[in-house]
T-cell receptor, first 116, second 111 residues
């Protein structure tokens, strides 16, 4: 159990377009989901915390108008990168907090974004 | 959350036990030690966590010192598929709390 999926697994887009990434907890409900970004040879950096039915909480330095997060249900959160630019190219990873059992977070496989 | 210190890298031989150290001298009484690993180009994978007692599961064992200022993750029989970056994270328990990732230890298992 505790499977988290992401879609798409990779995406290439032109500069100026918007890209939506989905994160789903497949076999458990998650009131809280997290979005991370990872640049090559670096560690994961938390971007925002997404709570079902409420506004996301963004980490310092992350533009909330550029990275739109929606957490409409207990199993789905989406991250939309608006007006993407080459510097937004990165590996985006979500995680979902499982309340029952281990009470920890489980991560999706990640989405690799390349903006041309 | 308490800060952790891990070696940058380590090698181990396939089939042997891999012992990964982590220092967390400023850990608070309500903070747990979590271990995750990230295989190249994948999302992190939960391994194990503990408060003060030693823990074991199907993946690994976690040994926490009595003063809780350090811990060791043990992979009992390392395989090539265990090659990954291993992260030791200290934080309060609960699914709603964020994880702060440091640089981790790059573990390379060699045949």
């Amino acid at each position: 159990g505790a499977v988290v999926s992401q879609h798409p697994s990779w995406v290439i887009c032109k500069s100026g377009t918007s890209v939506k990434i989905e994160c789903r907890s497949l076999d458990f409900q998650a009131t809280t989901m997290f979005w991370y970004r990872q640049f090559p040879k670096q560690s994961l950096m938390l971007m925002a915390t997404s709570n079902e039915g409420s506004k996301a909480t963004y980490e310092q330095g992350v533009e909330k108008d550029k990275f739109l997060i929606n957490h409409a249900s207990l199993t789905l959160s989406t991250l939309t990168v608006t007006s993407a630019h080459p510097e937004d190219s990165s590996f985006y990873i979500c995680s979902a907090g499982r309340l029952a059992g281990k009470e920890t977070q489980y991560f999706g496989p990640g989405t690799r974004l390349l903006v041309l | 959350d308490a800060k952790t210190t891990q070696p940058t890298s380590m090698d181990c031989a396939e089939g042997r036990a891999a012992n990964l150290p982590c220092n967390h001298s400023t850990i608070s009484g309500n903070e747990y030690v979590y271990w995750y690993r990230q295989i190249h180009s994948q999302g992190p994978q939960y391994i194990i966590h503990g408060l003060k007692n030693n823990e074991t599961n199907e993946m690994a064992s976690l040994i926490i010192t009595e003063d809780r200022k350090s811990s060791t993750l043990i992979l009992p029989h390392a395989t090539l598929r265990d090659t990954a970056v291993y992260y030791c994270i200290v934080r309060v328990a609960g699914a709603d709390y964020k994880l702060s990732f440091g640089a981790g230890t790059t573990v390379t298992v060699r045949a």
